[in-house]
């Protein structure tokens, strides 16, 4: 079998899903290749499993001062370019695309008529499942931006619906520091992150983000570039997380413990239906924008129980080397079985 895996690549959560599956494809000596869309070249890092990749143009948000930018969204997405690329990729070679809600892959999927599966947290927003700011707008992108044939989405909670776990592969760090926090907020101002946290100085704040402030840094601030490893060393030993309301970041601190407090991309409607969810089962806290008061009482807060999600990768790529694509029920099923989700969700 010959997959083609098509990966948006305006989030870093798309992006860790794919190294998952990366590894466990490989691992059953399944022959992949890669296409990503959604950012420019220059702006991938760490991507050395996956070969020899592809990357088109695709679609992707405009932001500014954490909201979406939709003027400039609409501006920069106008463009033939997308019906063009979708127009030239060969599909001949491929046996099935699988799709992380990249529309250049899905839709040259459908027009050639090649069999493919969606794996993607977008797929679970389908379902009735916690949501915030829907529209009939937000249900059109879900259903048209990367259409697929068999759809599986992932969210932290089966809510009832044929939905996988997270795919979350993080190392736990014997020693934690409690009051070292990790800070994510790539779509807010590094200025205004640096003069935000600089009353907080009983804590240390280890700053990921891409551009570097102007204003000298206050002591307790670390700053760094985006690293993945050292990202992944700081969240396995931090005290808490303060990110985005992406879904990988919030996934992968929920399997290591950490306390979440989330500040959603504002018009970004994924990320406000996880903010929607993570309430409704008590699993981190939020703020719509950035709120000292919210800050202060979080960080006072204890931390909680890891979540021991299963190899959702592993069990996947055998799943689709059964060739029962549509029966995915009682993949879903076994998987949710060997989860132990805490008790304080409601």
Known sequence: MRILYGVQGTGNGHLSRARVMAKALIEHNIQVDFLFSGRKPEHFFDMECFGEYRVQAGMTFATHSGRVNVPQTVRQNCSLSLLKDIQALDLSCYDLVLNDFEPVSAWAARRQGVPSIGISHQAALTHPVPKLGSTWFNELLLNYFAPVDVALGCHWHHFGFPILPPFVEVDASPIEHTHQILVYLPFEEA????AFFKPFTDYQFLVYHAKQPTTPLADHIQWHGFNRDGFKQHLASCGGVIGNAGFELASEALTLGKKLLVKPLIGQFEQLSNVAALQLLGAGDSMMSLDTGVVKRWLKAASPNPITYPQVGDALVKW?????????????DDLWSQVKLPDTWR
Do not use: E, N, V, Y
């Not at 200025?191 to 640096?194: R, V």
């Open 191 to 194: 200025d205004a992150i640096a």
């Open 320 to 332: 689709i080397c059964s060739g029962q694509w549509q029966h995915t029920a009682s993949l879903c």
